[in-house]
């Protein structure tokens, strides 16, 4: 006859067993589609040297579960190149084939925030379904455009865009912090680069946290320093917002930046892409 204390130890391994099944072990790329040269270090980080930079351009691919999932989207219109020329560039699209992955394999964009170099490629992959904070798609759709709102490095044609996946019935809107999106895949707000913007906790062996532009370099994980944020009053928020990451992941060198070349250097790359996690 089975003992309380066993039945209760028994469904308990069963339960964590399920758990685990249904988490899927997620791989995990970084794909570089371009690189915006000489830019100046000081605007991105705030308190950061004075020193020009080469900035990476750059997706991450996500597969899992049945799920083919882009976060961020990058940028194909020309909008704002004339502030940021571009070298070694291709689209997004042409970019995420070096990873084996055609745009109608994508299943999932995960839209980190509104800025041009992050949802500017949505129209690319029209099977995706797209995932975006719900207070940045109000504000960027709605009081960014009235006075007194702030759309800088915001493109119309990807608010544009935008309404039209909506339209379309294709987006989603994640309601607040720490939200699972997937399996293993959450989603926390970043505190705040621009209105709402967000980042992803891949759970795993081992965890990751993609921190787009949240976090712009390790520079900023390694001498706590705020990325370029919404206004002067979310600096400290910002930093404080990165030691989470650095909780969540487990370890700095598993928090991966939005901006930085070095990912390209810290994990095996072959071309465009850099494999973050097999």
Known sequence: MFTKGFLCAA???????????????????????GTSPGVDLSGLVIGGPHQKVDIAMVVWLI?????????DSGFHRQTFTKYFPMVDYVTPDQAVREAGVTPDQVTDIVISHAHWDHMGGLDLFPKAQVW???????????DAWQPGGNHGGIDPADVEELLRVNTEGRLHLIDGDNVEIFPGIRAFI?????????????KGAPTYVLASDNVYFYLNLEKHLASATFSKA?????????????ELAGSPDRVVPGHDGLQFEKFPTKGRVATIKP
């Open 190 to 202: 970043g505190s705040r680069h621009t209105y709402d913007s967000q980042y992803l906790r891949v």
């Open 11 to 33: 469904l308990s391994t069963a339960c964590v067993a399920l758990g685990n099944a249904q988490t899927p072990e997620y791989s995990i790329q970084a794909i570089r589609y």
């Open 63 to 71: 597969r899992g579960g049945g799920h083919t999932i882009l976060f």
């Open 234 to 246: 979310d600096h400290a928020a910002n930093i404080a917002q990165q030691a989470r990451m650095v």
């Open 132 to 142: 975006i904070q719900k207070g940045e798609y109000r504000y960027y759709t709605m």
